[in-house]
C-alpha cells in the first residue's frame, strides 16, 4: 500500500511538472533555429583529363612526339566534339635515373646522369555533349590517354538551381518554427523573424557544383610508333549532383 502511495506521489508530481514547464512564460523569448535544404539535378557538364607521355634518351625527340600527339589527339576532339572546351595544361620534362647501386666502401658516389627523359603533357576537355562524350573520349584515346574525368553542373544550371535551394531552406525554416511555436503553446503568429544568417557558419559552403580534380600522373607505358588505332567507347553514367544549403534563424517570440 506505501509503494503504492509512493508511485501516484511522484506521477503527481510528475504531471504537476510537465504542467509547469507549458506554463513557462515565453514573452519576448528569442530562439536560435537552424533549417536546411536541398536540390537535385542531373548533371549536365563533363571535364576529362586526357594526356600524352614520352620516354626517350634524346630529350627532344621525346618531347617532339609529345608536341605532335597532343596536336593530333586536340584534332580528335574538336572533330568528335567542336562545341567542346579544350585547355592544355601541365606540360614536365623530368629526366629518368638508373637504379643505384651501393659502392664499396671508401668509393665516392658517381655523379647522376639520366639515362632518359620523359615528357608529357595533359588536355582538359570540357563539354555539356554528354551524348557525345563516350565517342570523344574513344576517338582522343587513339592517341591520348584517360587520365581522369568527373561529371558536375554547368554554372547556368547552378545559378538557376540557387533559386530553388533557396526556396526549399525557407521553407524548410519556416516549418521549424511552426514546430517549435506548437511545443512552447504559442501560435505561428506570435513568432517574428529577427535574423536569417544564410551563411550558416560557413559550414555549406559550395562551389559552382563541379568537382574538379587535379591531374594525377600519367601512368608510363611503352608505346610504339604507330597511327591512332580504334578503340571500344568506353560507358559513362554522369549521375546526379545534390546541392545543399544551411542557415540560421533568430526567432523572437511576442
Given at each position: 500500500?506505501?509503494?503504492?502511495?509512493?508511485?501516484?506521489?511522484?506521477?503527481?508530481?510528475?504531471?504537476?511538472?510537465?504542467?509547469?514547464?507549458?506554463?513557462?512564460?515565453?514573452?519576448?523569448?528569442?530562439?536560435?533555429?537552424?533549417?536546411?535544404?536541398?536540390?537535385?539535378?542531373?548533371?549536365?557538364?563533363?571535364?576529362?583529363?586526357?594526356?600524352?607521355?614520352?620516354?626517350?634518351?634524346?630529350?627532344?625527340?621525346?618531347?617532339?612526339?609529345?608536341?605532335?600527339?597532343?596536336?593530333?589527339?586536340?584534332?580528335?576532339?574538336?572533330?568528335?566534339?567542336?562545341?567542346?572546351?579544350?585547355?592544355?595544361?601541365?606540360?614536365?620534362?623530368y629526366p629518368v635515373y638508373p637504379d643505384e647501386r651501393p659502392l664499396p666502401n671508401g668509393q665516392p658516389p658517381k655523379a647522376r646522369v639520366p639515362t632518359a627523359w620523359r615528357v608529357g603533357q595533359y588536355l582538359q576537355v570540357t563539354t555539356t555533349s554528354l551524348d557525345k562524350l563516350p565517342k570523344t573520349v574513344a576517338a582522343a584515346q587513339g592517341i591520348l590517354t584517360l587520365n581522369g574525368?568527373?561529371?558536375?553542373?554547368?554554372?547556368?544550371?547552378?545559378?538557376?538551381?540557387?533559386?530553388?535551394?533557396?526556396?526549399?531552406?525557407?521553407?524548410?525554416?519556416n516549418e521549424r518554427i511552426g514546430s517549435i511555436a506548437k511545443a512552447m503553446g504559442r501560435s505561428l503568429g506570435d513568432a517574428v523573424v529577427d535574423t536569417i544568417d544564410f551563411e550558416g557558419s560557413g559550414n555549406y559552403a559550395q562551389n559552382d557544383g563541379f568537382a574538379r580534380a587535379a591531374p594525377a600522373p600519367v601512368a608510363m607505358m611503352m608505346r610504339k610508333n604507330m597511327e591512332a588505332a580504334d578503340v571500344a567507347e568506353p560507358s559513362f553514367e554522369p549521375g546526379d549532383m545534390v546541392l545543399n544549403m544551411r542557415l540560421v534563424a533568430k526567432v523572437r517570440f511576442k
Open positions: 500500500m506505501t509503494v503504492m502511495k509512493s508511485l501516484a506521489a511522484a506521477a503527481a508530481l510528475a504531471v504537476a511538472g510537465i504542467a509547469s514547464a507549458q506554463t513557462l512564460p515565453t514573452n519576448g523569448a528569442l530562439v536560435v533555429v537552424p533549417a536546411f535544404g536541398e536540390v537535385k539535378h542531373a548533371n549536365d557538364q563533363a571535364v576529362a583529363i586526357l594526356a600524352i607521355e614520352e620516354q626517350d634518351k634524346d630529350k627532344a625527340a621525346a618531347a617532339s612526339r609529345v608536341n605532335q600527339k597532343m596536336k593530333q589527339g586536340a584534332e580528335l576532339v574538336k572533330k568528335a566534339d567542336p562545341q567542346a572546351s579544350l585547355k592544355t595544361q601541365g606540360y614536365y620534362t574525368i568527373q561529371f558536375g553542373l554547368t554554372p547556368e544550371t547552378t545559378k538557376q538551381l540557387d533559386d530553388q535551394r533557396i526556396a526549399a531552406t525557407y521553407q524548410n525554416l
